[in-house]
T-cell receptor
Framework: DAGITQSPRHKVTETGTPVTLRCHQT?????MYWYRQDPGHGLRLIHY???????DKGEVSDGYSVSRSKTEDFLLTLESATSSQTSVYFC?????????????FGSGTRLTVV | QKEVEQDPGPLSVPEGAIVSLNCTYS??????FMWYRQYSRKGPELLMY????GNKEDGRFTAQVDKSSKYISLFIRDSQPSDSATYLC???????????FGAGTRLTVKP
């Protein structure tokens, strides 16, 4: 996925520990999004950012926080990981917001909380 | 009831078949409609983008939107084994936090 990189690609962590996932883009896009993908639920928005230090909640934001200190980096933190947060996490970017363009997605981070 | 409903399949067709994938939705504010293709262990990639009602064609792919019925479709002509993937519909009213995705339909095209 040219222009957008997620790290790590896989992670196993223990319940109760904090976890940070990173999304890095080289496209200089204004909008960045974090989604989780679960069977039967499709993709659900966790948080999004519309600029440096400008973030807002999505539909499933409880237990997650985000930060964006630079245009190119958007971090997702699970403050105290729970088994219900076992999922595949995708970062997405957009230049003009959803109204003008679709999103470009990263390759995902597969997180397992044991 | 979910805002976006999509039959998860799986759907299996022979090579060369015409494939029809569909989603229904309940939010009349949706006006931007997308189809994404997702290969196994990869992120979704944008396939088709449509604003409001009507048809849009791109090669073997045609997207249709019927806002009066709250129903969208993706047609794949002359399907190929390389089309085997999960197809996600998505729609939005134009706000950054209101994009909703279907659960995805898994398609297999057999040679």
């Amino acid at each position: 996925d040219a222009g957008i990189t997620q790290s790590p690609r896989h992670k196993v962590t223990e319940t109760g520990t904090p976890v940070t996932l990173r999304c890095h883009q080289t496209e200089n896009h204004r909008y960045m999004y974090w989604y989780r993908q679960d069977p039967g639920h499709g993709l659900r928005l966790i948080h999004y950012s519309y600029g440096v230090k400008d973030t807002d909640k999505g539909e499933v934001s409880d237990g997650y926080s985000v930060s964006r200190s630079k245009t190119e980096d958007f971090l997702l933190t699970l403050e105290s990981a729970t088994s219900s947060q076992t999922s595949v996490y995708f970062c997405a970017i957009s230049d003009g917001g959803v109204g003008n363009y679709g999103y470009t997605f990263g390759s995902g981070t597969r997180l397992t909380v044991v | 009831q979910k805002e976006v409903e999509q039959d998860p399949g799986p759907l299996s067709v022979p090579e060369g078949a015409i494939v029809s994938l569909n989603c229904t939705y309940s939010n009349s504010a949706f006006q931007y409609f997308m189809w994404y293709r997702q290969y196994s262990r990869k992120g979704p990639e944008l396939l088709m983008y449509t604003y409001s009602s009507g048809n849009k064609e791109d090669g073997r792919f045609t997207a249709q939107v019927d806002k009066s019925s709250k129903y969208i479709s993706l047609f794949i002509r002359d399907s190929q084994p390389s089309d085997s993937a999960t197809y996600l519909c998505a729609m939005s009213g134009g706000n950054n936090n209101d994009m909703r995705f279907g659960a995805g339909t898994r398609l297999t095209v057999k040679p």
